[in-house]
């Protein structure tokens, strides 16, 4: 197995909680059968999507040089995203969607390296490599549509989760998984379908990942531009789907403008999509999405923010009117009648950073067990303590070594010894340490002498919240350990006969030696493959203008599978009908 890992500047700089996402392509192990059903796709695509899909789309392919009869190799991908200023990295399926965000940020596009089966060859729930890169990666040669994915992923990774959003993603993943592999129990998809139901079924407030991917769904997978009337596809979902790309241009499929009420629309990843959201062009994207952004923790701050945090139950960030960020699960906060947030807590590991870079000795190291703090403005004092000057300060009796007694607004009290105080660029205080402390609120004790040093964090308010910490660098983000794993298949020594021939078909096609010829190939997988239908295609498209008597004979063995298994009839139908077009 391949261990090397394609790259370019751009994912050489990533940093390594999102390194440890990234998975060889192993190219090698893809097999004969694949690459036909990325052939099929592709063609059907090219066929089909130059009505439909918008201009970049197939400007796009020529730009990115995705083939159409190979699976693409990440080598050759990102020598031509460089040109572009993007790249490709290859994973293991589904990832967690702060981390898939991240990644475009970064101007980084994620591809999952596993093929659908050919069972799956109109959709499958999985992500993979034709979803990927056949659906994505043309359309981010639009320079608009580019900025707007980058846009998203800066935004995106920032948005907080729920505990059931997390869940979702272990669910959804397992029954990706699930439906890819060969050998699953029809039981174990039904279960996983079931718990994936339970979990849309719970009522709860949609959290800002739940409403951001929404409206990711809505766009950057099944979007639709231009106007409702006569829409394009643009969406990865539905370019990288032969069958819900011409179905979704019925009157089935609801049209509607897009906006920002699209957040609310959720999204059942296992069915084709009831409705579609019609943006009128690239630009309008992200002015939804700035507006979606005006809602969020990111930019609102205050109690609401912070309860996010505390309802998520996992690492997230608060940046307080100093500009001080204080990076760790948050357990706790009290609030006044005001509704204003005048103590916090955190459990575990936190750190401290200004402006994503983390202060000098205020590691996790330095607050392993967590932080408290008030927050607020001094009882009987006009300044904040942000805004006190040393003079302010001295006058205030607020002596680096002297004890000193003071009362916040709130009721907070803190008594201890001053020991030193940091300052922002501005010169405004963010933190203040004292030893022997003890800080009380009503009859209640927060903090105690005998717990060390205290360190004051200095704020009127909270500006913002966000998951994830302020400094990558502060936590051991490399962590990630899925519940499930895609499964790599094995096949018996008649699948494998079956991949020799479509390697034989292939080779043809190229002009390279082979062992077989076309007539013998027929013949074999008429006595021992006979409901196979994507390979007598290649062969009718090989022989169509050569040999019209042999061309009848596949025609006629495929109309003896259509016979048999009607639910493939129409695919059957298209690889003919491509073929007659491209003669």
């Not at 729930?125 to 900025?147: C, K, L, M, S």
């Amino acid at each position: 197995m391949s261990l090397n890992i394609a790259s370019n500047p751009l994912i050489d700089k990533l940093p390594p909680h999102l390194k440890q996402f990234i998975k060889p392509q192993n190219y090698e192990e893809y097999t004969s059968v694949d690459h036909a059903v990325w052939r099929y796709v592709m063609r059907k695509n090219i066929t089909s999507l130059s009505k439909v899909a918008h201009d970049s789309y197939l400007n796009g392919l020529k730009k990115t040089g995705i083939s159409v009869n190979e699976i693409p190799s990440m080598y050759g991908m990102n020598r031509i995203l460089k040109e572009i200023g993007w790249a490709a990295v290859a994973v293991d399926g589904f990832i967690p969607p702060n981390a898939f965000m991240e990644f475009q940020a970064y101007n980084i596009l994620v591809i999952a390296s596993d093929i659908r089966q050919l069972e799956n060859i109109e959709y499958t729930p999985a992500p993979d490599i034709i979803h990927e890169a056949a659906g994505h990666a043309p359309i981010i040669a639009n320079p608009d549509y580019a900025e707007y994915l980058r846009r998203f992923g800066k935004i995106g990774c920032k948005a907080i989760s729920s505990k059931r959003d997390y869940d979702m993603y272990e669910a959804v993943r397992s029954l990706s998984i699930l439906k890819e592999a060969y050998d699953s129990n029809p039981k174990d998809i039904e279960e996983a379908e079931q718990r994936i139901l339970t979990l849309q079924n719970q009522k709860e407030d949609p959290s800002e990942m739940a409403l951001i991917r929404n409206l990711h769904w809505w766009t950057v997978e099944y979007g639709l531009i231009g106007s409702v009337k006569n829409p394009k596809i643009y969406g990865a979902g539905l370019l990288s789907s032969i069958g819900e790309s011409e179905w979704c241009m019925t009157d089935h499929v609801q049209k509607r403008p897009y906006s920002p009420k699209a957040a609310f629309q959720d999204f059942d990843i296992t069915k084709p999509q009831p409705q579609l959201f019609v943006t009128p062009d690239f630009a309008y994207l992200c002015q939804v999405l700035e507006e979606f952004a005006d809602t969020m923790a990111l930019r609102k701050g205050g109690h609401r923010s912070l309860a996010k945090l505390i309802e998520s139950e996992n690492l997230g960030t608060i940046e307080l009117s100093t500009g001080l960020q204080i990076s760790g699960i948050f357990t706790r906060m009290i609030k006044n009648e005001d509704n204003e947030v005048i103590y916090f807590e955190t459990k575990g590991p936190t750190a401290l950073s200004f402006r994503e870079k983390e202060l000098i000795g205020h590691g996790t190291e330095a607050h392993p067990d967590g932080m408290r703090s008030p927050l607020g403005k001094l009882k009987g004092i006009n300044l904040a303590i942000e805004n006190m000057s040393p003079r302010d300060l001295k006058a205030y009796n607020f002596y680096d070594g002297e004890y000193i007694e003071f009362e916040f607004e709130s009721g907070i009290t803190i008594a201890g010894t001053n020991i030193t105080g940091i300052r922002n660029i501005k010169g405004e205080l963010i933190l203040i340490q004292f030893s022997e402390c003890t800080i009380m609120y009503n009859d209640e004790c927060l903090f105690k002498p005998e717990w060390g040093t205290f360190d004051l964090a200095v704020g009127k308010e909270i500006v913002s919240a966000f998951s994830g910490p302020a400094d990558d660098l502060s936590f051991n983000l490399v962590t990630h350990n899925p519940a499930s794993t895609t499964a790599k298949r094995t096949y018996s020594n008649k699948e494998e006969e079956l991949h020799s021939l479509y390697q034989s078909v292939k080779n043809i096609r190229e002009g390279k030696n082979t062992i077989f010829s076309l007539e013998a190939v027929f013949d074999i997988l008429k006595k021992d493959h006979s409901s196979d239908w994507l390979l007598p295609l290649e062969i009718y498209e090989l022989t169509y203008n050569r040999d019209q008597n042999f061309a009848v004979q596949i025609a006629q063995h495929l109309e003896e599978i259509q016979s048999k298994r009607p639910k493939i009839k129409h695919l059957i139908n298209s690889g003919l009908e491509i073929t007659h077009r491209n003669s």
